[in-house]
């Protein structure tokens, strides 16, 4: 499974934007995502690797949601040394569980600061091949989210917007905009004013993509799940969020 595929197929889960801003609201900026029955068994082998994009799982987890395998989790990483939080706002890492519409091939991928990153390298690549080989297809998506290093928060210039994981616009933060954009249930009213931007209107159900505050710092993102879509803050310099 690509990373285009990866994002298509967490974007349709019927809960997994309101997971992200929960994870969000914890202080997380990195996500592993991993579509699997065995997370118990897969995330200590990951979390051993991460050092690489310098993600640090810490010493405290905790869970944002009810979890089928919470136990078996909560056992395996005690054996890393890490312990249970009972306040997700306290830990280094914070596990939710959401159900996928579709059923799918087991695959995991880490999304930093609004990124996809394909971690499947070295040791993670005969991993992944065993799990997606070996495991039969499944709905299961773990979402585990990592505390963010504090930083200088730095103002956006422009809005990067993607439809179905590919990129169909830059905006600009500067002036006023409204634009209407298409989405796969319907129209998404984009608004910009004063450095800020975020979605006045939308064909969605449940409306969280409307809710969500205004953005405007770099990595800010707003995501629209039923519809396919995310808005993500980009800095100086060239677009890092690459999707494909």
Known sequence: M????????????????????ATQKTGKNSELYLIADNPHDVIPLILNELSVYNIDPGKQFSFLTAHPQRDALSQ?????????????QQADMTISFSLLQNQARPSFALIKNGRIWDVRTQKLLRLWSTLNEHNPSTSGLTIVGFKQAKKREAQGQAVILFQNGRQIERVPLKGQKTEVLPGRLGDITLRIENG???ISESSCRHQICRLSPPVSLT???????PNHFLLEVQGGGSVDT???
């Open 219 to 225: 990595g800010e993102r707003i995501i629209c799940a």
């Open 76 to 88: 395996a990483l005690q054996r890393r040394g890490q312990a249970l939080a009972a306040d997700p």
């Open 196 to 198: 800020r931007a975020w």
């Open 242 to 244: 690459v999707i494909g």
């Open 2 to 21: 690509d990373r285009r595929s990866f994002l298509n197929t967490i974007l349709v889960s019927p809960v997994i934007t309101s997971v992200l801003l």
